[in-house]
């Protein structure tokens, strides 16, 4: 029996991709898709040339997450073409395809495997030195095929997302074993959500309560009298860490930890309105310098 044709169909396709990094978490909402917009964002900022490929088939967030609703994908002689976002920023992801984004996908684990396979197949992604893929929440079907697929053509490894909790936790220690068990290389932990961080200035109250006031009667006091410590970060914990959180699971388990991002109601937005959060309107002062240290990892 000869190759598997599609193996060495994705085999070419991928000859032209240097480097090749599955993001993974081990539940949805810890902030993987903004982790995997904003590592390209930084990729194609420092010159590189991206290709982003979003295969969380039932909630693909990309489209939304880089300001390209309603775009849609064409073909060419050269295969399915990506939309780009920057000249040196492609994406491709199951959100083109839907009608709107509102849409369900109800499919079974082959119809969304025999995605992946031609995303993987059909794409044109030209010469580029990144492929970042955002891969579906935990373990499943989809994640077998893409590592296989992958793998046939060298995966560089995974980075995976997770909040600082214990039950968010016990799901990045399955997938640090799922990945041991295919050989992937796990490049690394991301501790996301790991605490609130804003400048005092930025603070915004709630109606919860009357400790809302104490805390607005601080900041005006602050305002007359000490107004450049408004630039001071609050910072607090949002989420019990008290077990070591993802640095210690990390130790534990021999994986390298590559650093915390704080909630940053900044990030939020910069990710709300699908752009960088390393430049232009959208800096963010916390959560961008904290991204940039682990990706220069
Ligand atoms: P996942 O891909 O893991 O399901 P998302 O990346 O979609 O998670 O993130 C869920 C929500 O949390 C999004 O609205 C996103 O903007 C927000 N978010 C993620 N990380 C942060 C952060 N560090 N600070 C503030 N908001 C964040």
Redesign the pocket.
């Known amino acids: 029996k000869g190759p598997d044709p599609d193996l060495v169909a994705i085999a070419e396709r991928m000859s032209t991709v240097k480097h090749k990094i599955l993001v993974l978490?081990g539940?949805?909402?810890?902030?993987?898709?903004?982790?995997?917009?904003q590592l390209s964002f930084a990729l194609a900022g420092m010159d590189h040339q991206v290709g982003l490929m979003d295969i969380?088939i039932c909630?693909p967030?990309m489209p939304k997450?880089l300001g390209l609703e309603g775009h849609e994908i064409h073909q060419s002689n050269l295969g399915w073409s990506p939309v780009y976002v920057e000249e040196n920023l492609g994406v491709m992801s199951i959100g083109f395809m839907l009608p709107n984004s509102d849409e369900a996908v109800v499919w079974r684990g082959p119809r969304k495997n025999a995605l992946i396979k031609q995303f993987l197949k059909d794409v044109y992604w030209r010469d580029i030195d990144y492929l970042v893929v955002?891969a579906p929440?935990g373990t499943s079907d989809e994640h077998i095929s893409i590592v296989q697929y992958l793998q046939a053509t060298g995966i560089d490894g995974a980075i995976i997302?997770t909040t600082p909790q214990e039950v968010s936790l016990i799901d990045v220690r399955k997938e640090v074993s799922f990945c041991k068990k295919v050989g992937v290389p796990v490049l690394g932990v991301v501790e996301?959500?790991s605490g609130l961080s804003q400048p005092l200035a930025d603070v915004k109250f709630m109606e919860i309560g009357s400790s809302v006031d104490v805390t607005q009667k601080v900041i005006s006091c602050l305002r007359e009298n000490a107004p450049e410590l408004l630039n001071v970060l609050a910072c607090s914990e949002v989420f019990d860490s008290s077990g070591g959180g993802a640095e210690r699971m990390c130790r534990e388990m021999g994986v390298p930890f590559l650093g915390k991002?704080?909630?940053?109601?900044q990030?939020?937005k910069a990710?709300?309105q699908g752009k960088s959060c390393f430049e232009g309107n959208n800096k963010c002062s916390v959560?961008a310098p904290a991204l940039k240290s682990i990706i220069q990892k």
């Open positions: 978490s539940k949805g909402g810890v902030g993987k898709s903004t982790f995997s917009a969380d909630g967030s997450m955002d929440p997302v996301n959500m991002v704080p909630l940053d109601p990030l939020c990710a709300e959560s």
